[in-house]
């Protein structure tokens, strides 16, 4: 079971002007990039539960909100979601109603175990570029994402997603926050849902 601290947002169409140009300022650059196609199941009755097929894999990930906490600080404000993870190979969505998503995500990830957050420098495949450096058991990944619906539509999200210990996860959301925001004069306010709430309420 994996834990994480989760903030996101979705526009329709694409980000706003600046926030791209605002992710990629820093001085160690985006990782990621490549392209892949995930499947969703289809359930507009509830938005607390998310399964799905990464990249046409076999098996399911499953996904559950477990709380909601505290709110991050400004201009990135919005309500801190705590969600658990599994992997069954065994469990499928093929003969049950579902949607394609592709997708193209650019991610910076933040090591949040010390007192100062560090940056550390992404390959294409999102793995740390320096072989010698060994991903934290405690961080932060923010990312954005240019999504594509089969039908054509296309949407841009922002998103924060904490990994790590469910003691640790919120407070690494709201550092990561902390320390970006200083790095932005402000944010255009989206669509505040996580994936499983912008499938129900905008795709399916």
């Known amino acids: ?7 996101r947002w979705f526009w329709r169409n694409a980000l706003p002007d600046g926030v791209d140009a605002w992710f990629r300022q820093g001085s160690i650059p985006a990782g990621g990039g490549t392209s892949r196609s995930d499947e969703y199941l289809v359930d507009t009755r509830q938005t607390e539960l998310g399964l799905k097929k990464r990249g046409g894999g076999a098996g399911v990930e499953i996904k559950g909100l477990v709380a909601v906490r505290g709110r991050a600080p400004a201009p990135f404000d919005g309500a801190i979601q705590i969600w658990s993870k599994w992997t069954s190979h065994v469990l499928t969505i093929d003969r049950l109603p579902r949607v394609v998503v592709h997708k193209t995500r650019w991610v910076r990830k933040f090591d949040t175990s010390g007192p100062r957050l560090t940056e550390i420098e992404l390959d294409e495949n999102e793995r740390p570029r320096d072989a ?44 990561t926050a902390a320390h970006l925001a200083a790095t932005i004069s402000g944010f255009p306010r989206g669509l505040e849902l996580s994936y499983p709430a912008w499938l129900a309420a905008h795709v399916a």
């Open 1 to 7: 079971m994996l834990v994480s601290a989760e903030l």
């Open 132 to 175: 010698n450096v060994e991903p934290p058991e405690r961080g932060c990944q923010v990312e954005i994402v240019a999504l594509r619906l089969d039908s054509g539509e296309a949407w841009g999200s922002v998103g924060f997603e904490a990994f790590g210990d469910l003691a640790t996860v919120e407070d690494s959301v709201q550092r």
